[in-house]
């Protein structure tokens, strides 16, 4: 059994930066694409709207925020990538200190 997890992030809105943030993610690396799904995250989307991104995340039964958390701090590879991508990134207004991507609240299904 799956579960769908959504999240939200802004960009700074900067053209140049987000077109360089929109071309990292063309070619992520594969050291990314294998931690995410070794932690158990079977589909991972990204959307923009203007300086807004939204991430949807399907992970199975196996997939823990606080086993993912750990495996990502002791990964120096992703621990790059998150420093770099952070260069186009910015918390949202609401996010407290050294909070990324928040996560959202389903308010709505058909």
């Keep these: 059994m799956s579960h769908r997890y959504c999240f939200a992030l802004d960009l700074k809105n900067e053209p140049d930066l987000i077109i360089a943030y929109e071309t990292y993610h063309q070619a992520v690396w594969p050291e990314i694409i294998t931690s995410i799904k070794n932690s ?58 050294g909070e990324k991507w928040m996560l959202m609240n389903k308010i709505f299904q058909l």
């Excluded at 995340?57 to 606080?66: D, I, K, L, Y």
């Excluded at 790059?80 to 996010?95: D, G, I, R, S």
């Design 40 to 97: 158990g995250i079977e589909d991972l989307q990204i959307y923009r709207v203007e300086n807004r991104l939204f991430m949807i995340m399907e992970v199975n039964e196996h997939f823990s925020f606080e086993e993912k958390g750990k495996a990502d701090a002791a990964d120096p590879v992703v621990q790059k990538w998150e420093t770099l991508m952070w260069n186009y990134q910015q918390a949202l207004p609401t996010a407290k200190p």
